[in-house]
T-cell receptor, first 113, second 113 residues
Framework: QKEVEQDPGPLSVPEGAIVSLNCTYSNSAFQYFMWYRQYSRKGPELLMYTYSSGNKEDGRFTAQVDKSSKYISLFIRDSQPSDSATYLCAASISSGSARQLTFGSGTQLTVLP | DTAVSQTPKYLVTQMGNDKSIKCEQNLGHDTMYWYKQDSKKFLKIMFSYNNKELIINETVPNRFSPKSPDKAHLNLHINSLELGDSAVYFC????????????FGPGTRLTVT
């Protein structure tokens, strides 16, 4: 069992829809949670991060963490065709000599115009 | 100006050959990483260096040998290439070992035939 599980999709939605992307994790020691966006043939780029449980909003994007259920979510409001990409969730343990990220396998999202 | 660059972008080679991938970052970061992304988009860390010192060495065959000549460069040498080595290899960097935000390069698509 992978430490971070993510539904690979693909997920296809019409422009303007609200998108919900989800991950679950098994390691209770994870404290930092991130969402990376990866366009086709490009490297991942950090979209949002949260520490411990709670919500964080940035424009059309909201990241949510529920540590009690070990659930990570990313919501995209008013989705645009430019949001079409693979979204990778990641988690990290706060202690240790290096911030080692454990990634989910990514959800491929297509927003149709 | 490219923040994290990798060469080559594509690499096609035969089984048994030895090849190298180079990475350079101009962000002034202290920590660099090598990741492997398989065909299912699963991104897994291989190595991490902090100021030229190896700090993360995941369970990777010893045919893979990283080398950091200085903190702006991290190279990956692969001996005796196998079919299963076919993947996209990403280099990344971050400001320090304790930072979750990693900046990824564009990737090197390695195909072993």
């Amino acid at each position: 069992q992978k430490e971070v599980e993510q539904d690979p999709g693909p997920l296809s939605v019409p422009e303007g829809a609200i998108v919900s992307l989800n991950c679950t994790y098994s390691n209770s020691a994870f404290q930092y949670f991130m969402w990376y966006r990866q366009y086709s043939r490009k490297g991942p780029e950090l979209l949002m991060y949260t520490y411990s449980s709670g919500n964080k909003e940035d424009g059309r994007f909201t990241a949510q963490v529920d540590k009690s259920s070990k659930y990570i979510s990313l919501f995209i409001r008013d989705s645009q065709p430019s949001d079409s990409a693979t979204y990778l969730c990641a988690a990290s343990i706060s202690s240790g000599s290096a911030r080692q990220l454990t990634f989910g396998s990514g959800t491929q999202l297509t927003v149709l115009p | 100006d490219t923040a994290v660059s990798q060469t080559p972008k594509y690499l096609v080679t035969q089984m048994g050959n030895d090849k190298s991938i180079k990475c350079e970052q101009n962000l002034g970061h202290d920590t660099m990483y090598w990741y492997k992304q398989d065909s299912k988009k699963f991104l897994k860390i291989m190595f991490s260096y902090n100021n030229k010192e190896l700090i993360i060495n995941e369970t990777v065959p010893n045919r893979f040998s990283p080398k950091s000549p200085d903190k702006a460069h991290l190279n990956l040498h692969i001996n005796s290439l196998e079919l299963g080595d076919s993947a996209v290899y990403f280099c990344a960097s971050s400001p320090g070992t304790g930072v979750y935000e990693q900046y990824f390069g564009p990737g090197t698509r390695l195909t072993v035939t």
